[in-house]
């Protein structure tokens, strides 16, 4: 590669458009046939590539014994390429300003790519858990969940200490999906109404391995094991309501204890 190739293609030429403007600059006058030899790039490449360096002004058609041949203007015409490129950008910039209106009416502000954020860890599975109080108008969170991970004992200090009283201080409420399991205390108190929880179980026969919360625009998934701590949120208001509608049939079949 020739030292100055780089510096060609920072100012908006390909590769094969700096190769050859180069070996033309250095041969002098030649024919597209030669310059294709020389550069090894092949002919219909070569004129294609010809015919956009003369748009720009900085290559000259010429025709000798009805061959067509070519020669670089001064190098001065690269500054006066470059030039016009800045008007051109000018006026681009000046339309698209005075035509922001009509983009920003033709969004689809219900067709934004969902927004998605990976923790690991277990203090990371923690900021994930906690990020439902922090929301700005959620009222309510709903929740899959698997008795292995409300008992895991991360994330049991974390419930007790900060996220029950927090949420109940901000009035959330929540609703609780969980797996019955066998050994299920029917005596022991689950809906307790100074927790704003409700609880609701899926039979045994369902095995509910994940770990879901619902609020607002957001989903969180989340896993707490010894082999693994991590959650991803996203927030995608189609993905939560979706989910929204998922739990609230699934509410529906599951009776209170």
């Known amino acids: 590669m020739h030292h100055l190739q ?6 908006g030429f390909n590769h094969h458009e700096s190769t050859i403007y ?3 600059l250095q041969a002098g006058e030649q024919p597209a046939s030669q310059i294709a030899r020389h550069t090894r790039i092949p002919r219909s490449t070569v004129r294609g590539v010809l015919d956009k360096l003369c748009e720009r002004g900085v290559v000259r058609k010429l025709y000798k014994r009805n061959t067509q041949y070519y020669r670089c203007e001064d190098p001065a ?11 051109e950008d000018q006026q681009n910039i000046k339309r698209v300003e005075e035509t922001i209106p009509q983009l920003n009416a033709l969004l689809r502000k219900d067709s934004v790519i969902p927004k998605v954020k990976y ?3 277990a203090k990371g599975v923690i900021e994930a858990f906690n990020h439902s109080l ?8 709903l929740f899959f969940t698997s008795y292995s991970f409300i008992r ?4 049991l200090k974390n419930d007790d200490d900060f996220y029950i009283p927090l ?10 999906l969980v797996g019955k399991r066998k050994d299920l205390d029917l005596r022991k108190k689950y809906n307790d109404p100074t927790e704003l929880r409700e609880r609701r179980y899926i039979p045994e026969r369902f095995t509910l391995p ?3 919360h619902i609020y607002g625009n957001f989903v969180v998934y989340f896993s707490a094991s010894e082999a693994e701590y991590m959650a991803v949120l996203i927030e995608s208001a189609m993905m939560a309501d979706t989910m929204r509608a998922l739990f609230n049939f699934m509410w529906e079949q599951c009776k209170p204890l």
Not at 152 to 155: E, I, L, Q
Not at 167 to 176: D, E, F, S, T, Y
């Open 210 to 212: 994940g770990n879901i």
């Open 134 to 141: 922090f929301v700005e108008g959620v009222e309510e969170i």
């Open 119 to 121: 923790f690991e860890g």
């Open 167 to 176: 949420r109940v201080r901000k009035g959330i409420r929540m609703r609780v």
């Open 6 to 11: 780089p510096l060609l293609e920072d100012i």
């Open 22 to 24: 180069l070996q033309l």
């Open 152 to 155: 895991n004992t991360v994330v």
């Open 77 to 87: 015409s690269l500054v006066r390429h470059l030039q016009g490129r800045i008007g």
